[in-house]
């Protein structure tokens, strides 16, 4: 990558010099660049100081950008994803002629899976790069440790992963799904499908998980048919001994396990449900923390025959998806798998454009104001658009694992669900 | 919470729990031997035990991967060379380690403790620069997943068992090694009196640095089995060492012997509360009972006679 940035700048740089010379010859307005040089598209592009009044990283060729992630510490593991499909992004507009005719280029950050760092270079990239948008954050925690930043300094966060809701900012787009689009629809499948009747509730100790539970038993109670929780449990994060829980389990026969345990006891709750006789295939299990990034960790074999609920697959059949994922590989290797955040954080860059370009400028609050009603035609995911909350419209699937690593869609709901982050009745 | 039960259910039910039980006290000696050794014997206090353990979890992964290439035929026996691999590969990382670092800083103990958590995030990164920041998943030959049904209702785990098997016979060989040879009468003798043990002509600095090493290398090994049970990544280590420094605190620094008694009493404390109350909970009243009883007890539970 560094050195494909290198090449880039070297060529706009180089770029520039030619132009301020074009500048001097009395034609030169009528040469279009794109035919004397057969470059991308530039030509059109607005002036800067139209597009940009509150003085953002944006030149006559150029738009900065800001990549926040952690790419060291215990979620690099997590965010590794979504740096690579932000960067393919970026590449793949870069190759289509750039934002409102500029290439964009982007100053990454190592957030290093620490709440203040995130928050800390947060801010050097508002207010020292003045970059026009962020791609970023990863955790619910480091997303709360930026948003005072972002709003402070009016900048513009894309935050790719699903989360709990409960938040909705001017200066905050969510492409991920909020709990209610990852939730509810799967529920609803697995009781008309599965005729789930008990469930038992397991999760990690920390806010998306509790809230998801929440949403989850006020669910089953209240809107499925003779449907009851029979067992709600959180484990600290980072535990690794799920035994007795499992002889729990065992003992309550629920007609669904419902689970949203994360990280490295993630590996260790499935490794011992699988050691402790439980088969997926038959005991019916849907996750909302699996996606073919954990199965990675987790062993194929491990995980076969679970239900994780998701808005993407890398399975997912359609022409975006194929052309999306052939991409993915070719960039970063034929292994690297994909999974719901990896596809919600490759959105994040293309939305941006999108909207830039139907605001017709890179201000931020343009920007923020153009942004309900962007629709994204090429998503891997299918279809997608962006909600006056500033939250993604997206469909709801179940995909069954396979023993591969994979999952076999097994049910999307017809319609895009209206993201709903203050649900009514469910807190 | 019982009423709705048969007897014969909650009869294998109690077995399985019991069996539950065992299984992490296999897995906490497992985990608190290799720093108990090193604990005990040194002082040192090494933060980075959990890195230890995950470099055996990385040497498994790679030794699966090249018995799947290249062995086929062998891979159902893979498990037992990538153990012995992980003991050699963690030990001689540990020897490195104690000749590089940990024998300059014996006289600083709270040094050593910020120099092994240094050591701990170096390896860290180390791991995720060299095998990538995503975990692997460990593949394992059939014949140790799933469980053995011993009636139709009592199902015990094979990879428990097999941890505690492992765990048995790596206790006896330590227990051995430590009270049986005349190596181990050097590691006691420099423990107890490293001036006199000095003088009488054992050389107390390869002492260090063969024991520093044997406890890596068993670290080594536990990591290699908890391939079976958790996950290899850079950072998995952490997961681990917290429970660790908790058995081997709670035991009594210097004794083999209060290293298995406080993992047992934690592990079935745990197992046994986890069962009737949520997770977290279990957690919180198991490390306040651990609190309670250092503070009436700060020598923990077993202790020797030393001259210090």
Same mark, same amino acid.
Request: glycine share 10%; proline share 3%; charged share 15%.
């Given at each position: ?9 070297k ?25 004397l ?30 990549i ?43 957030g ?8 800390? &270079?947060? @801010?050097?990239?508002?207010v020292?790069?003045?970059? %026009? $948008? !962020?791609? =970023?954050?990863?955790?619910? #925690?480091?997303? *709360? ?27 905050v ?23 789930g ?22 669910h ?27 002889? &729990?389990? @065992? ?7 419902? %689970? $949203? !345990?994360? =990280?490295?006891?993630?590996? #260790?709750?499935? *490794? ?6 439980i ?118 699937r ?11 869609v ?18 | ?34 720093l ?19 470099l ?67 390896l ?91 406890g ?50 934690i ?42």
């Open positions: 990558m560094s050195s494909d940035n290198d090449n880039s700048h060529f706009s740089s180089m770029r520039r010099k030619l132009l301020m010379g074009m500048a001097a010859l009395p034609a030169a307005p009528l040469l279009s660049s794109t035919g040089f057969s470059t991308p598209a530039y030509a059109q592009a607005p002036a800067t100081a139209a597009v940009n009044t509150t003085g953002l990283a944006v030149t006559d060729t150029e738009v900065t950008v800001g926040l992630h952690s790419v060291t510490g215990t979620m690099a593991i997590s965010e590794t994803g979504s740096v690579q499909a932000e960067k393919l992004a970026i590449d793949q507009i870069n190759a289509a002629g750039g934002v409102l005719g500029r290439k964009i280029k982007f100053i990454q950050e190592d290093a899976s620490d709440w203040p760092t995130f928050a800390e &270079k947060a @801010k050097k990239l508002l020292n790069d003045k970059v %026009a $948008a !962020v791609m =970023g954050c990863w955790t619910s #925690a480091s997303r *709360k440790a930026v948003l005072p930043v972002f709003e402070q300094y009016n900048g513009m966060l894309y935050y790719p992963t699903f989360y709990e809701g409960l938040e909705q900012s001017k200066n787009i969510y492409t991920g799904q909020e709990a209610t689009q990852q939730i509810l629809a799967g529920l609803d499948w697995v009781q008309k499908t599965k005729s009747k008990t469930f038992y509730l397991i999760g990690s100790d920390y806010i998306w998980p509790r809230t998801s539970m929440k949403i989850a038993r006020k089953i109670e209240g809107h499925l048919k003779d449907s009851s929780v029979v067992g709600e449990e959180y484990f600290p994060l980072g535990h690794t001994q799920f035994n007795s829980v499992i002889n &729990k389990i @065992k003992l309550k026969k629920p007609d669904v396990i419902y %689970a $949203a !345990v994360v =990280g490295g006891s993630n590996v #260790a709750f499935y *490794k011992q449900l699988k050691a402790a006789g088969d997926l295939s038959k005991q019916t299990l849907l996750t909302i923390s699996v996606t073919e990034d954990e199965i990675d960790g987790i062993g194929g074999e491990n995980f076969a025959g679970a239900y994780s609920c998701m808005k993407y697959f890398q399975s997912l059949d359609n022409p975006n998806n194929k052309e999306f994922v052939a991409a993915f590989k070719k960039m970063w290797g034929e292994k690297t798998v994909i999974g719901d955040v990896t596809q919600a954080a490759y959105l994040g860059p293309w939305l941006w454009k999108l909207t830039v370009e139907k605001a017709g400028s890179f201000d931020i609050d343009k920007i923020a104001a153009a942004s309900a009603g962007i629709e994204f035609t090429k998503a891997p995911e299918g279809y997608v658009k962006i909600h006056p909350n500033h939250h993604l419209w997206s469909k709801t179940v995909g069954q694992a396979q023993p591969d690593g994979q999952f076999k097994v049910f999307e709901t017809p319609d895009l669900i209206e993201p709903d982050p203050f649900p009514k009745g469910y807190q | 919470m019982f009423a709705d039960y048969s007897l014969a259910e909650l009869g294998s039910i109690f077995v399985m729990q019991g069996f539950a039980g065992l299984i992490l006290f296999s897995v906490f000696v497992l985990m608190a031997l290799g108990a050794i090193i604990f005990g014997q040194m002082g040192v206090i090494n933060m980075a035990h959990g890195e230890f353990m995950i055996g979890a990385y040497v498994t992964y790679f030794t699966s991967q090249f018995f799947l290439h290249f062995l086929p035929s062998l891979f159902n026996i893979y498990f037992f060379v990538a153990m012995i691999l992980a003991f050699f590969a963690s030990g001689a990382l540990g020897m490195a380690v104690e000749w590089l670092m940990i024998r300059r800083l014996y006289k600083r103990p709270l040094d050593t403790l910020l120099a092994t958590w240094g050591l701990s995030l170096i860290q990164q180390v791991y995720r620069s060299v095998f990538g920041p995503r975990e692997v998943g460990v593949e394992l030959p059939n014949w140790m997943m799933g469980s053995l049904a011993l009636t139709d209702t009592i199902e015990v785990q094979i990879n428990g068992l097999f941890v505690m098997g492992l765990t048995i016979a790596i206790t006896i060989a330590v227990a051995l090694l430590m009270y049986k040879s005349a190596w181990g009468k050097q590691v006691r003798a420099v423990v107890q009196n490293r001036v006199m043990a000095g003088a009488v002509g054992i050389n107390t600095e390869q002492i260090d640095r063969n024991t520093f090493g044997l890596c290398g068993i670290a080594g090994v536990a990591g290699s089995a908890f391939t079976m049970i958790g996950s290899t990544g850079p950072t998995s280590g952490q997961l681990y060492i917290v429970d660790t420094f908790l058995v081997v605190v709670f035991g009594g620094a210097q004794s083999l012997l209060g290293t298995i008694a406080s993992a047992f009493t592990s079935q404390a745990q197992s046994t509360m986890e069962f009737f109350l949520s997770g977290s909970m279990a957690k919180v009243l198991t490390l306040l009972g651990v609190v309670i009883i250092l503070m009436l007890r700060p020598q923990g539970l077993f202790v020797i006679k030393v001259r210090r």
